[in-house]
């Protein structure tokens, strides 16, 4: 009997291709957990810290749970600007003076890991340091490294930083741990570009310079163009996080979103769509609305909307979002507001 004809053989390699699948999906839902983990940090620390302290912090949250994944003994990672200059970082040493660090950092950009990763915008994994050219020893240096992992933290084309795990055990990154840390890096790098929309200026901005006429819109006087001032920090815990297809299908949303229309998270996931939540004179608006955004006619969205709750009660709701590209596929991100 050939192996084509033998059923236990194809019953096997169905058994095999399902348990990777499953294996997939744990790493998967391990990296959606990093990221609600991540962001739910994120919305409480901005109630009481702002600028570099917020920042800062969110670096040590990221550090924090980028270990525990990994179980990396030491770890630094460096926020970067868009022309690529170190916005703020956190280094495995700990406090340095401001000159030592500049250029540990200079040196480690130019020749090590961290490097070779900025360049080649990829993950880089050193299975021992002592054979691998990549790897720098820094001058007093306190810890013995001998596995690394590198990992950038990539948006579209713009890097918006890079994480460095260490490990005194030579092999420590296993192709499971590496993997589960690429899948972990697209979601801090979502939770960071979420983070920089949030606060950007256009958001920050009156609402009255960007002012939409209502009477001037003929489609609708419920919907509008007109963008709002960005929530201040004290109501940053009344925003509900999402993101979608253009079709309106969830791949992610917070409790706070389910809240919001008065919804558990396993009974909002059940909808039809996101656009089931919106009064019937609403809907082809914000559809072509949001379709916009994926058309590239809009970078971002920031409109009002009827809502409508579990209970079929009516809701103000303040909806931001762009599109963003996640695994390959075109989405759409962003938070929204109750009244």
């Known amino acids: 009997m050939s192996n084509q004809d033998n059923p236990l053989m194809d019953a096997g390699k169905e058994l095999s291709t399902l348990r990777e699948e499953v ?14 983990e991540l962001m739910s940090n994120f919305i409480t620390m901005s109630q009481s810290a702002s600028g570099r302290l917020l920042t800062r912090a969110m670096l040590q949250q990221t550090l924090h749970i980028a270990t525990n994944l990994t179980q990396a003994e030491e770890s630094s990672i460096f926020l970067l600007e868009p022309n690529g200059v170190v916005q703020e970082s956190l280094l495995a040493r700990g406090a340095t003076m401001r000159e030592e660090k500049n250029t540990l950092i200079g040196q480690v950009l130019k020749e090590g890991l961290a490097g070779w990763v900025y360049q080649k915008r990829q993950l880089g994994v050193i299975v021992d340091t002592r054979i691998d050219s990549r790897w720098i020893n820094l001058p007093g240096q306190t810890y013995t490294t001998l596995s690394a992992l590198c990992v950038p933290l990539i948006r579209g084309r713009g890097l918006l930083g890079i994480i460095t795990l260490t490990h005194s055990e030579a092999a420590h990154f296993t192709p499971e741990i590496t993997e589960l840390m690429e899948i972990t890096a697209t979601q801090i790098a979502l939770v960071f570009d979420q983070m920089r ?4 200026k256009k958001l920050i901005q009156s609402s009255s310079a960007h002012a939409h006429d209502p009477s001037k819109d003929t489609q609708s006087q419920v919907l509008t163009a ?21 079709d309106g299908i969830f791949i992610y949303a917070d409790p706070k979103f389910a809240e919001i229309f008065g919804y558990t998270l396993s009974e909002l996931v059940s909808l039809e769509s996101f656009f089931s939540l919106c009064v019937n004179d609403n809907r082809e608006l914000l559809k072509e609305r949001i379709g916009d955004c994926f058309r590239g006619k809009n970078p971002q969205l920031s409109v009002k909307f009827q809502g409508i709750g579990k209970n ?7 909806l931001h979002g762009r599109k963003t590209k996640l695994f390959g596929k075109n989405l759409f991100i962003g938070f929204i507001q109750g009244n």
């Open 23 to 36: 294996a997939h999906l744990q790493q998967y839902k391990k990296a959606l957990d990093a990221n609600r």
């Open 197 to 200: 929309f949030l606060l950007e």
């Open 226 to 246: 007109s963008i709002p001032p960005a929530p201040n920090s004290d109501r940053l815990s009344e925003l509900g996080v999402y993101i979608m297809t253009q």
């Open 312 to 318: 079929s009660h009516l809701i103000k709701i303040k």
